[in-house]
């Protein structure tokens, strides 16, 4: 009888014995055990049989060569697999890459986020620098229509010098309704009414 081991919990005793064609009665097998090296089955198959829960069978690549491995499991039956602390760690890392990619993905929706804000960021940025060249635009304008108005008022206070230039006193006395009918009429009527009065004020055309 030789010692070896089955699984991280499990301690066993090997017994060579030959089962010949009892092989068919195997349910599942398990592959990737590899025994103590006082063992002389180093790469073997564990494969399970319905005989019991205590009763294994451990067969090297040789076909001919069929060793039994009784134990008693230190967890359920179903539980005991040559890789289980493999398998634990598989499944660790498998999480961990799925956490992984989880985080990925997250991180890719906040880029998108924030891509999305400074495209956001960049459009009110514009929208408000148009805002502001409209306003300077409707400024520029308004300052237009008062160099107009006063221009305008300039042509005006002109009009009214040339008109007054030969009536003198006359002028004076007709400002305000006189003034008015000047600014609606070119100041005709008013510069008639001085020639009718005095004969020297000459016709300005």
């Given at each position: 009888?030789?010692?070896?081991?089955?699984?991280?919990?499990?301690?066993?005793?090997?017994?060579?014995?030959?089962?010949?064609?009892?092989?068919?009665?195997?349910?599942s097998s398990i592959r990737g055990l590899i025994l103590t090296s006082s063992s002389p089955v180093s790469d073997v198959h564990i494969i399970k049989l319905c005989i019991s829960k205590e009763t294994w069978i451990a067969k090297r690549r040789d076909p001919q060569s069929v060793i039994i491995m009784q134990s008693e499991p230190q967890m359920p039956f179903d539980e005991i697999k040559p890789s289980n602390q493999k398998h634990s760690l598989l499944q660790q890392e498998r999480e961990r890459g799925r956490e992984r990619e989880r985080e990925r993905e997250r991180g890719e929706r906040e880029r998108e986020r924030g891509r999305e804000g400074m495209?956001?960021?960049?459009?009110?940025?514009?929208?408000r620098e148009e805002r502001e060249?409209?306003?300077?635009?409707?400024?520029?304008?308004?300052?237009?229509?008062?160099?107009g108005r006063e221009r305008e008022r300039e042509g005006e206070r002109g009009e009214r010098g040339r008109g007054g230039e030969g009536g003198?006193?006359?002028?004076?006395?007709?400002e305000g309704e006189g003034e008015r009918e000047r600014e609606r009429e070119g100041g005709r009527r008013e510069r008639e009414r001085l020639f009718k009065q005095c004969k020297k004020v000459y016709l300005i055309p």
């Open positions: 009888m030789l010692s070896g081991q089955l699984g991280p919990d499990a301690q066993g005793h090997l017994l060579a014995q030959d089962l010949g064609t009892n092989r068919d009665k195997t349910t495209r956001g960021g960049r459009e009110r940025e514009r929208e060249r409209e306003g300077e635009r409707e400024r520029e304008r308004e300052r237009g229509r008062e160099r003198g006193g006359g002028e004076r006395e007709g």
